[in-house]
Nanobody, 125 residues
Framework: QVQLVESGGGLVQAGGSLRLSCAAAGRTFSNYAMGWFRQAPGKEREFVGGISRSGGSTYYPDSVKSRFTISRDNAKKTVDLQMNSLKPEDTAVYYC??????????????????WGQGTQVTVSS
């Protein structure tokens, strides 16, 4: 089992920045690729980035590329999501997830075995 807890969400104005963090406990953190997803009301869960087990590779969808950056610290068992130039459409609950998935398949929710409870991000216009 892996337990994941997100933190760092909140209210920010458009154009601002937030840094989300996900802390892991349980089984070997470095065995898992990590992903960040978000879900807005009435919408499907959306992939916003993934990072390989070593942290050497990352993968982002076009919607957030150049604005969002994922990093991880395997010693501390944490993965962070730095979000810059935020837009109102970035408003959602953000989730981190852990899975034994290759990075090229990181966008698929079914490839993740463990999920956090989510943290709310609200971007005002």
């Amino acid at each position: 089992q892996v337990q994941l807890v997100e933190s760092g969400g909140g209210l920010v104005q458009a154009g601002g920045s937030l840094r989300l963090s996900c802390a892991a406990a349980g089984r070997t953190f470095s065995n898992y690729a990590m992903g960040w997803f978000r879900q807005a009301p009435g919408k499907e869960r959306e992939f916003v980035g993934g990072i390989s087990r070593s942290g050497g590779s990352t993968y982002y969808p076009d919607s957030v590329k150049s604005r969002f950056t994922i990093s991880r610290d395997n010693a501390k068992k944490t993965v962070d999501l730095q979000m810059n130039s935020l837009k109102p459409e970035d408003t959602a609950v953000y989730y981190c997830a852990a899975g034994e998935t290759p990075l090229w398949a990181a966008a698929r929710t079914r490839n993740y075995d463990y999920w956090g409870q989510g943290t709310q991000v609200t971007v005002s216009s």
